[in-house]
């Protein structure tokens, strides 16, 4: 319960912080916004004066920041996210739509980066300083130090231009999914991986995990029975840090391939200065980091009964 | 027949022997204590006769237990033998279980996968083992749930549910306290009274005493004395022997009361509580120069708590400390159980120290002199930390106390990762101390007898009722 009051609590000044940060941001863009806003209405070969002054007059950008803020907030109170200023769509509608889209290429992306990083971290940490760790450091060092961009370009370089066997961009069938998908997940398990091992050497060097072998368990059996259950809590609390790593990845994953979802719209609307589109979507994004966060912390609590004290 | 015979055992890291052969013969229903300081290699020959030891150290040797013919040098032997011929007991009970699982669970696996009884079978055996140890309705609890004590007997019950005859215990009453210790060692002896074998290793005496049967002595890595466990101890005939055994607190000549000097501190009518249980109420005494006030009780009865109110670190819910004019915060200072966890990994001690010494404004010359009064060599001042003996340290960590001009000194337990030997020496140093600096010391220890011999007054705490445990006769008397 406890768990819950803290996480509302936290949950409602991210609103407001994020609200207020991308309001001031977006404010603080060089440039008219006005002419942004035209150009993404109506195509930037059709801006002129005429249009954008059409455009301020309309949305009344000319008017003082706090009480625009503060209506914002008001209606936010109401449920109300406001319409997006490029296609008069209401912000919930359009979030609605693309976040579908993300949650599909995050969610395969992490269940692809624990089938492939938790594991070979757990076998790296059984026996450190083992030939596996070794060989697995050079590689999520090398692996995290490419930025996510240059993955992506890098798998559509081999994938699809060399040998061709993926497309390089689309959505709608399963195959879309692998490329955008695996450039996001090899990032995520060279971090996943480090994290399994660091938690299985540790784990593996506690007396209880002697103890459970000297009892008369198998290596085996001793994984099983107190090993996983023991990584799984640092694991599932990292996991959902890694959220913040996910969605820098996301914008950028979708920008590169194409993808119809959050990431994408999020750097539309910046462009054209779509206000109500910019802090609908950080404000998802940043409460939905809130959630995830407080789910992982019920799961790991009832994992670990320590940690509900 | 012996249950388990060893012979010629050694331990070696990398070409340098660190166990010399030692022999040893374990027969039914006569214990075995291997008796040492910390690095005697007690504890090596220990894992060489079950197979557990480090990978960088190699093991030879023979090893019959049963039918079985096992060569030391090759530890994969052992491990089909673990939980089913040996069982290993763990040095801290608390950490020996899996902190995730319920204690019973813990117990059901080994009797289910183990001993192979089914599930159904192996749950009714673990709920049965767990009554008989005096633990009906602990089986649900985690062991973060249980006391040291509970804990304790829920590794023995899982150390033993796969069948072995044979329990070695390496130091198993490490940071229990008197009563707790003998708890442990009248357990020890009740499994043995079943017919098994039982071989434990500790630098505890009294637990020695306790537990009886055959001796071994080591020191350094080789056998100083062996014999009967009672003629050992009571007539020793090595001159190490004679030391570890006058090193005992049992055997201690009791200090000379200190003539009463200055008060320093008067406490009325203190009472604390943590987390809501009332840990001590209506506690007065004195703090007088050069004088020792021991504390004693058993774990979790507020003896660190006491010393808090005492610092000033946390208030008293309830009563008056009053202390003498002019006297500023840091003269009242703390000496820690750990000395290692006391001082910052990193730096050499000489800089440690000096830092203490410029901070409060002490010339540098005072660690010079304090140094030999400690019985402190020069040189220690270059190293770090991780490079000097645990008696060292401690006395490192009392010369730091002594560059604050320190009134008060509260050692909570600041010899009980000590070794019997430099145990004496660190008690004796802060008894001179209180003596040569004029401040008064409040001692905290678990063991009745060492504060006994150094305090002028004892103050002794009584259980809190939240850790009240099962009564050690109750649980040996299920067991036989």
């Known amino acids: 319960m406890n768990t819950l009051m803290t996480r509302a609590i936290q949950a409602l000044m991210v609103a407001v912080l994020i609200g207020a940060a991308t309001f001031a941001m977006m404010r603080a863009l060089p440039g008219d916004a006005a002419y942004r806003i035209a150009a993404g209405r109506y195509g930037y070969d059709n801006v002129d004066t005429a249009a954008a002054d059409a455009v301020r007059d309309e949305l009344g950008l000319g008017g003082p920041a706090l009480p625009a803020f503060l209506g914002w907030l008001g209606d936010l109170l109401r449920l109300d996210f406001g319409t997006s200023l490029v296609t008069g769509q209401p912000v919930i509608e359009e979030i609605g739509h693309q976040l579908g889209a993300s949650m599909a290429l995050a969610g395969v992306a992490v269940l692809l980066s624990l089938i492939l990083g938790p594991p070979l971290g757990i076998l790296a940490g059984l026996r450190p300083g083992g030939v596996l760790d070794r060989v697995l450091l050079v590689v999520s060092t090398g692996l995290k130090a490419v930025p996510q961009f240059l993955m992506a370009l890098i798998l559509i370089l081999i994938l699809s231009v060399q040998f061709r066997l993926l497309p390089a961009a689309g959505h709608g069938e399963a195959r879309h999914f692998i490329l955008p998908a695996l450039a996001l997940a090899l990032g995520l398990a060279a971090v996943n991986a480090r994290i399994a091992r660091d938690a299985m050497a540790r784990i593996g060097a506690m007396p209880f995990y002697s103890f459970a072998q000297w009892m008369g368990l198998s290596p085996r059996q001793t994984l099983w029975r107190h090993g996983l259950r023991n990584v799984s809590v640092p694991l599932l609390t990292y996991l959902g840090l890694q959220f913040v790593t996910l969605v820098e990845g996301v914008v950028v994953v979708e920008a590169v391939f194409g993808w119809p979802g959050i990431g994408h719209a999020l750097v539309h609307a910046i462009f054209s200065r779509d206000v109500p589109m910019v802090q609908g979507t950080a404000l998802c994004l940043g409460l939905s980091f809130v959630l995830i966060n407080t789910l992982i912390d019920l799961v790991t609590q009832r994992i670990d009964p320590r940690r509900a004290a | ?480």
């Open chain 2, 1 to 480: 027949m012996s249950l388990l015979k060893a012979e010629d055992i050694t331990v070696s890291q990398g070409g340098t022997p660190i166990l010399h052969p030692v022999s040893l013969h374990l027969e039914p229903g006569e214990p075995l204590v291997i008796l040492g300081e910390t690095g005697s290699g007690k504890s090596l020959l220990a894992q060489a006769i079950m197979g557990t030891l480090p990978r960088d150290l190699t093991a030879r040797g023979r090893v019959a237990l049963g039918d079985h013919l096992l060569d030391a040098a090759r530890p994969g032997g052992f491990r089909p033998l673990w939980g089913r011929q040996i069982a290993v007991l763990p040095q801290e009970p608390w950490l020996s279980l899996d902190p995730l699982m319920r204690a019973e669970r813990q117990v059901t696996e080994a009797h289910h996968l183990v001993r192979g009884l089914g599930a159904a079978e192996a749950q009714a055996q673990a709920a049965s083992d767990l009554n008989h140890l005096g633990l009906t309705g602990a089986g649900q609890r985690y062991p973060h749930e249980l006391s040291g004590g509970m804990a304790q007997r829920v590794a023995i019950a899982a150390a033993r549910a796969g069948g072995a005859r044979i329990v070695i215990a390496d130091e198993p009453t490490k940071g229990l306290d008197a009563a707790r210790r003998d708890e442990v060692a009248d357990l020890l002896l009740a499994e043995l009274a079943r017919g098994g074998g039982l071989l434990v290793i500790t630098h505890d005496l009294a637990l020695a005493r306790r537990i009886g049967g055959q001796m071994i002595v080591l020191r350094e890595g080789r056998v100083v004395e062996a014999g009967a466990t009672a003629s050992v101890m009571s007539a020793p005939t090595q001159a190490y022997t004679r030391d570890l055994i006058a090193a005992d607190p049992e055997n201690w000549a009791p200090r000379k009361p200190a003539a009463a000097g200055l008060p320093i501190l008067t406490a009325t009518g203190l009472a604390a509580e943590r987390g809501g249980t009332r840990l001590f109420s209506d506690l007065s005494f004195d703090l007088t120069e050069g004088r020792i006030l021991g504390i004693t009780g058993p774990s979790g009865c507020g003896k660190s708590t006491l010393g808090d109110v005492v610092l000033g670190l946390t208030g008293a819910s309830a009563g008056r400390v009053e202390k003498a004019a002019g006297l500023t915060a840091t003269a009242f200072q703390k000496l820690y159980q750990d000395p290692v966890a006391a001082f910052p990994r990193h730096q050499t001690l000489g800089r440690t120290l000096a830092d203490v010494a410029r901070r409060h404004g002490q010339p540098e010359t005072r660690i010079d002199t304090l140094m030999p009064r400690l019985g402190l060599a020069p040189a220690l001042l270059t190293r770090r930390p991780g490079a000097v003996s645990g008696g060292e340290l401690q006395r490192l960590a009392l010369l730091r106390l002594l560059l604050v001009r320190p009134k008060v000194i509260f050692a909570d337990e600041p010899t009980s990762r000590l070794d019997p030997i430099t145990q004496k020496q660190v008690i004796d140093l802060l008894c001179e101390t209180a003596t040569a600096e004029g401040c008064a010391i409040m001692l905290v220890s678990h063991d009745p007898a060492l504060v006994a011999r150094t305090a002028d007054h004892v103050l002794s705490l009584g259980p809190a009722a939240a850790n009240a445990d099962v009564t050690a006769p109750r649980v040996v008397g299920a067991l036989q």
